[in-house]
């Protein structure tokens, strides 16, 4: 594993997408609860967005909660509410430190009173932030995003503000939650599982994927930069040749 220096800082994804996976095996192998493996990701949430933010990312999307994970244990569940709640607490004040702005895409009305009150607080105090945009995917999923964004075209159809026959690509864009970001350029995925497990389904059609057996607690700042520098070694040629691509 190389150093930062062997980064070109001219070609840094403006939109990096995280599925921090691998909390609960990580747990399991040190005998420990569930629960364990995400109190102990907390540092890797950490290290991870400083990195992003010091690279030059602007938006960076972490898929914290998944409407999926509703199914888990209830005392799981519960746990993860209150973990949520105490990590945005503490960690907002580092965000407005580092000019970082708090943002959360989902179906936010199904959390908890708890966590929808220091959310909105958090995304209060950090909006002015203009380094790096933060994303939290809380009761998201890719299925949902797409049903919610059905759901309104068709009212939108139904009262005469949108045409069947102007719907383009970026409409359907533009009534998904990220409307306001760019799509993704780099997915990592921690725990070495090959699936995008029902995240950013529109969004991911083009993005690289960086997979990792690393579990997601121990992921480090240098594993943020070796998923950089992978990227990096790709090509991204969208449906084109190598030889179009050199062209223009």
């Known amino acids: 594993m190389t150093g930062k ?17 691998g909390n609960g095996r990580w747990a399991k192998q ?8 995400h109190q102990s ?6 290290e991870t967005v400083e990195e992003a933010a010091e ?10 909660f998944s409407t999926e994970n509703w199914n888990r244990p209830a005392l799981e569940v519960m746990a993860l509410m209150q973990l949520l709640v105490h990590t945005i607490r503490q960690e907002t004040a580092t965000l407005l430190k580092n000019s970082i702005r708090l943002e959360a895409i989902g179906d936010i009305s199904t959390l ?12 209060e105090l950090t909006k002015a932030g203009s380094r790096m945009t933060l994303v939290l995917a809380l009761s998201y999923s890719g299925r949902w995003d797409l049903t919610q964004a059905a759901k309104r075209m068709a009212a939108d159809v139904a009262s005469g503000l949108l045409l069947p026959a102007a719907v383009t690509e970026a409409t359907v864009a533009s009534y998904l939650v990220t409307a306001k970001m760019p799509d993704p350029e780099l997915l990592i995925r921690t725990s070495g599982e090959q699936r995008i497990s029902n995240f950013l389904l529109w969004q991911l059609a083009y993005t690289e994927l960086y ?21 990096q070694r790709r090509e991204r040629r969208f449906g084109k040749t190598s030889e179009q691509i050199a062209v223009s």
């Open 112 to 123: 908890p009173g708890s966590c929808q009150r220091e959310l909105a607080e958090a995304m």
């Open 41 to 46: 990701a907390i540092t890797a949430v950490r």
């Open 211 to 231: 997979i990792t057996d690393l579990l997601w607690p121990d992921f480090r700042k240098q594993h943020f930069q070796e998923a950089i520098r992978a990227y």
């Open 55 to 64: 690279l030059g990312v602007r938006y960076l999307t972490l898929y914290a």
């Open 5 to 21: 220096a062997e980064i070109d800082t001219h070609n840094i994804p403006a939109h990096v997408a995280v599925i921090m996976d």
């Open 30 to 37: 040190r005998g420990g609860l569930r629960v364990f493996g």
